[in-house]
């Protein structure tokens, strides 16, 4: 790209306010300020609210993609074709994204190209707790890591041009707490930048072998500017005063993102050096800090990373001796290593807290997931899981799913056990609508290619629930709402060669069993879809709630088994067994328990008026 292609050109208007928002929603604002055209992604924590944050938005075409490879093949596709590109994701998205983000770093941009990636540490929604910093590495992509939400703005902001100005998609990292976490940000104009257009180079875009060659030097040459860019960049932050002349007792971190605050709360006065960008890093400017003390310290969340590089540069550095690789850092484990380094005093052993009752998460009251459990249960199946909110019934009362590993796994997953021979039942896959959309459906084609004996249960309640209810090509809606061509699920199991496709109502818990069952007998692959909307979607749906009258109630206990929240134990007693009673405000009359409960003690009450609709 010649420099007058180049939007960062573009100018910026009148002054506007200071707003709070979150790192997430200060990473979208960037992205608006810069002009961006195209911003697409699909959802996940704690990335979600990126995308819905400026879903509003005209002069921005903001779209869910069936998955992360998807919605970074669209966000690159839009950047060679001449306009600026965002695309989200969470860590594990990149994954999935990552056969095209490793090959976007050869063909380079045109129009800026930045991808969020927003990373779980202590796996608070996720599977898997990775560093997605290791991705940059290996790509050889530029990776910013803001702290707050003010750096979430400007480094995505500034992403964009250096994605121009290099020619490189470039990687910015958030992780939870800077995704989730409010800060005051100043809010710029947005510039404008108009499409450049595409332009033909097959040399640059077309990556065979022959031309992909040709890319590599590219990359590393690109590399080695990066490296002098990081070098100067006025972003990268000193804190703390310079030792003065002859003391020798002094000490400094080297930190980046979210570490940084909780290093800058343990030690205050610290000399600190704040790295804006994770990768390449700018190993001059720290050499020349580490020479001007005699400790160096790296703090950093999760791997190793930044320390093993400094060791590798000939720096000598300690970090991982003294702090966590697992979890979330936080200043208390921070503290702690200060202090086992002998610099601060450990903190005073804190009252221990109060005990709190374990609460496990359960299935919502009304949960259209829950029925079909119950009957993979009492039908005796090895079941292969997946990501979303029926992930939950791997856990008692249900205890009805016995693998999960990474989205869209369940049906592969499934038809290798099948093959294995080792299940001590029939096998089933059990995934959702949205992640049978995002990785799926492949799972499906394999299972009819290999005529694997396995029946695949898809969970269609029509949203991503896990994520907060976001739409996906199956829903028939875009992230605006917009009616657009659903997915029709039958038809395309059955497209895809499974003969014998069958679509039940959950909550009729005697037709899901029977379907299942007759499922299972059939020889080859088979799928039954499950039609009831997730009861918080759109608008939670509310039938009449249902009660327990007790003396017909019989302490049985059967209706205790799907775990629904709305059921509780009483101090009642029937043959020295505890008799329950149902919470009508949460009950959503679902009608699972009055199907459980033999001696038909559960009844409809009819609803107050005011409460919500159906
Ligand atoms: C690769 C990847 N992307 C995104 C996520 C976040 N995530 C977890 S489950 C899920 C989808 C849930 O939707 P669905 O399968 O329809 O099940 P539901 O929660 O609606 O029951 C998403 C997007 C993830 N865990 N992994």
């Not at 810069?34 to 992604?41: E, K, M, N, R």
């Not at 063909?107 to 990636?117: A, D, N, P, Q, S």
């Not at 890319?215 to 932050?237: F, H, I, K």
């Not at 069952?517 to 509310?542: D, F, H, L, Q």
Request: aromatic residues 6%; negative net charge.
């Amino acid at each position: 790209m010649t420099s007058s292609d180049s939007h960062t050109s573009a100018s910026a208007s009148a002054q506007e306010p200071s707003v709070l928002l979150s790192g997430n929603e200060a990473v979208a604002r960037g992205a608006v300020e810069a002009g961006a055209l195209v911003a697409v992604g699909y959802p996940g924590t704690p990335s979600t609210e990126i995308l819905e944050s400026i879903s509003d938005r005209t002069d921005i075409d903001v779209r869910w993609s069936p998955n992360e490879k998807v919605a970074l093949d669209v966000a690159l596709g839009a950047s060679l074709g001449g306009v600026r590109a965002l695309a989200t994701m969470k860590h594990v998205g990149l994954n999935v994204a990552a056969d095209t983000f490793m090959t976007a770093a050869y063909t380079g941009v045109r129009g800026g190209l930045v991808i969020i990636v927003a990373d779980d540490p202590g796996m608070h929604s996720s599977q898997n707790e990775q560093d997605s910093r290791a991705y940059a590495r290996m790509a050889g992509v530029p990776l910013f890591e803001p702290s707050n939400s003010t750096e979430a703005k400007e480094f995505t902001r500034l992403a964009f041009d250096v994605s121009e100005e290099f020619d490189t998609p470039v990687l910015v990292r958030t992780t939870t707490r800077v995704s989730h976490n409010r800060g005051i940000v100043e809010l710029g104009s947005r510039i404008e930048a108009p499409s450049l257009g595409f332009e033909r180079d097959p040399a640059k875009y077309v990556m065979i072998p022959g031309f992909a060659r040709g890319r590599r030097p590219v990359l590393l040459d690109r590399l080695e500017r990066l490296t002098a860019y990081a070098e100067e960049s006025e972003l990268n932050l000193e804190f703390g005063q310079p030792p003065s002349p002859g003391d020798n007792s002094t000490f400094g971190v080297v930190t980046s993102g979210i570490a940084h605050q909780y290093v800058r709360e343990v030690l205050p006065d610290a000399r600190v050096l704040k790295l804006a960008m994770g990768y390449p890093l700018p190993f001059e400017r720290i050499r020349a800090f580490s020479e001007s003390v005699d400790r160096l310290f790296v703090v950093e969340e999760l791997d190793p990373l930044l320390e093993n590089d400094l060791k590798a540069a000939g720096i000598e550095v300690e970090g991982k001796t003294l702090f966590p690789q697992i979890g979330e850092l936080s200043p208390d484990p921070v503290r702690s290593g200060f202090a086992k380094a002998g610099l601060i005093d450990a903190r005073p052993e804190a009252e221990p807290a109060p005990p709190t009752v374990a609460r496990p998460p359960l299935m919502c009251p009304g949960c259209p997931h829950t029925p079909p459990y119950l009957a993979l249960k009492r039908l005796g199946a090895v079941v292969a899981g997946d990501i979303g909110c029926y992930t939950l019934a791997s856990l008692e009362p249900l205890a009805a799913m016995d693998t999960c590993v990474a989205m869209g796994s369940s049906i592969g997953m499934a038809v290798g056990m099948a093959a294995s021979g080792g299940a001590d039942g029939p096998v089933v896959a059990t995934i959702g609508d949205s992640t049978f959309v995002h990785g799926g459906i492949q799972g499906l084609a394999d299972a009819v290619y290999a005529q694997a004996n396995i029946t695949v249960l898809i969970l269609d309640n029509g949203t991503t629930a896990m994520t907060g209810g976001q739409e996906h090509p199956g829903t028939g809606l875009t992230l605006q709402g917009a009616e657009t061509t659903p997915i029709d699920l039958v038809g395309l199991c059955k497209a895809l060669g499974v003969r014998d496709v069958n679509v039940v109502d959950p909550y009729d818990l005697a037709a899901t069993y029977n379907s299942l069952e007759a499922a299972m007998a059939y020889a080859g692959p088979s799928v039954v879809i499950t039609n009831r909307p997730c009861v918080e979607a759109p608008i939670k749906v509310r039938d009449q709630p249902y009660e327990v009258i007790s003396e017909k109630c019989t302490a049985c206990q059967a209706c205790m088994t799907p775990g629904c929240p709305s059921i509780v134990w009483t101090d009642e007693l029937h043959e020295g067994r505890k008799k329950v009673t149902i919470d009508p405000v949460s009950c959503t009359g679902c009608t699972l328990c009055v199907q459980l409960c033999t001696p038909m003690a559960i009844v409809s009450v009819p609803r107050k008026k005011g409460g919500s609709g159906a």
